[in-house]
């Protein structure tokens, strides 16, 4: 499984963005797919993730401005991002759990800057 992540960019605080990952290989629909971020120096984090039966799980901080969303015919997962905060810069990566290999898949990270 590959994964390609895209929509990164730089914006201003309040703004939005929206990201978007795509995976070319197959994708099966007891996958786990969501997304985390990195800061320079310190370990990846979830910010939004699907749990078993496609129920949505956020990280506590993030609750009413972000919203993921995934496009099983396409083999894709989205994150949109709403009243973007400086404190979101990060590197934004896609992920893949695959629960019957207990194998992870990552993407190579799109960078989200937001200027004050």
């Known amino acids: 499984v590959q994964l390609q992540a895209s929509g990164g960019g730089l914006v201003q605080a309040g703004q939005s963005l929206r990201l978007s990952c795509v995976a070319s290989g197959r994708i099966y629909s007891s996958d786990l797919m969501g997304w985390y971020r990195q800061y320079p120096g310190k370990q990846r984090e979830l910010v939004a993730a699907?749990?078993?039966?496609?129920?949505?799980n956020y990280s506590d901080f993030l609750k009413g401005r972000f919203t993921i969303s995934r496009d099983t015919a396409k083999n894709a997962v989205y994150l949109q991002m709403n009243d973007l905060r400086p404190e979101d810069t990060a590197v934004y990566y896609c992920?893949?759990?695959?629960?019957?290999?207990?194998?992870?898949?990552w993407g190579k990270g799109t960078q989200v800057t937001v200027s004050s």
């Open positions: 992920h893949v759990f695959r629960r019957e290999t207990r194998g992870d898949y």
């Open positions: 699907f749990l078993p039966n496609n129920i949505p």
